[in-house]
């Protein structure tokens, strides 16, 4: 059998570099996470020229628990503009104010961004909104605003309303802003908790927990572990750690010794009940 040649199959060369290249950008991809919400802030057709209005852009909810700490805006001009988080609080359009920035001038027209002089903490599904919006948008597919209907991706309050939770009309538009921050870290071990697999870092993983009953945000709630390996008894398929599966194991939290054991002193004497209880 002839061995490839890499003359004739140049992508034995390039597969591997290729496969070292994909998994650098996954492992971008996966560092990069973190609190977003809002949508890609790129120049975008249309601005709008109304004065102290409010708006809310359902696109892109806030995707994890924790606090904005800056957002991003694509201004048409330089007119300020105040970052409003809102949450959803009954059925249709029913909202509160979670939070608000303070007024920001954006430096020039274009992409601008802004840090919070104080966070803002949110809960994900948590919306971005504006008062005094010079963003610009798209509309898609292309909609104009619709006083008293508020079934568009975009809602907004009457001009000159200021900061308010009472949207009169929405629009199918997606705004140029967003938000970033950082997720609840419950244990502070500097993970936050949608990447920490371990959320009180008490041993036990978050998905094990879940599975056997206790609080996986509790350091002080474990689920039983009998032979300590930080397994839950509930996940763990050798609960005593004797190398015998729980199913075929006679004493499944019992760690038979293949020696009978006096205390800490081997006999030296062969058990008769051998691990698995034969
Ligand atoms: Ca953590
Ligand atoms: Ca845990
Ligand atoms: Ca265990
Ligand atoms: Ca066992």
């Known amino acids: 059998?002839?061995?490839?040649?890499?003359?004739?199959?140049?992508?034995?060369?390039?597969?591997?570099?290729?496969?070292?290249?994909?998994?650098?950008?996954?492992?971008?991809?996966?560092?990069?996470?973190?609190?977003?919400?809002?949508?890609?802030?790129?120049?975008?057709?249309?601005v709008d020229t109304y004065d102290n209005f409010s708006m809310i852009d359902t696109h892109n909810p806030i995707n994890m628990d924790g606090q904005v700490t800056a957002f991003e805006v694509f201004v048409g001009?330089?007119?300020?503009?105040?970052?409003?988080?809102?949450?959803?609080?009954?059925?249709?359009?029913?909202?509160?104010?979670?939070?608000?920035?303070?007024?920001?001038?954006?430096?020039?027209?274009?992409?601008?961004?802004?840090?919070?002089?104080?966070p803002i903490q949110v809960q994900a599904g948590d919306l971005v909104g504006l008062v005094n919006s010079s963003v610009k948008f798209t509309m898609d597919p292309p909609h104009n605003p619709d006083f008293g209907d508020l079934s568009g991706t975009m809602l907004f309050s009457s001009n000159g309303a200021g900061l308010t939770t009472n949207f009169i009309g929405s629009s199918n538009r997606t705004y140029s802003v967003r938000v970033i921050g950082e997720g609840t870290d419950n244990d502070g071990d500097g993970i936050s908790d949608d990447v920490d697999t371990d959320d009180d870092n008490d041993g036990q993983l978050d998905e094990d927990e879940l599975a056997c009953g206790s609080d996986p945000l509790d350091a002080a709630s474990l689920s039983p572990d009998n032979d300590g390996d930080n397994s839950p008894d509930c996940v763990d398929p050798d609960d005593d750690n004797d190398g015998v599966a729980d199913d075929v194991d006679a004493f499944p939290f019992s760690d038979m010794s293949a020696t009978v054991m006096?205390?800490?002193?081997?006999?030296?004497?062969?058990?008769?009940?051998?691990?698995?209880?034969?």
């Not at 809102?86 to 359009?93: A, I, L, N, S, V």
């Not at 027209?109 to 104080?118: A, E, I, K, R, S």
């Not at 002193?265 to 062969?270: F, I, P, W």
Request: charged residues 15%; glycine residues 10%.
């Open 262 to 278: 006096v205390g800490d002193c081997d006999s030296g004497v062969a058990s008769q009940v051998l691990a698995n209880g034969a």
């Open 77 to 118: 001009t330089t007119e300020p503009v105040t970052l409003v988080i809102y949450r959803q609080t009954g059925p249709g359009p029913d909202f509160s104010i979670v939070g608000t920035s303070e007024q920001k001038t954006p430096t020039s027209v274009g992409f601008n961004q802004f840090q919070l002089t104080t």
């Open 1 to 46: 059998m002839k061995t490839p040649s890499l003359r004739k199959h140049p992508w034995l060369l390039i597969a591997p570099l290729l496969l070292l290249f994909i998994t650098l950008i996954g492992l971008e991809i996966v560092q990069a996470q973190g609190l977003v919400g809002g949508n890609d802030v790129i120049d975008r057709p249309v």
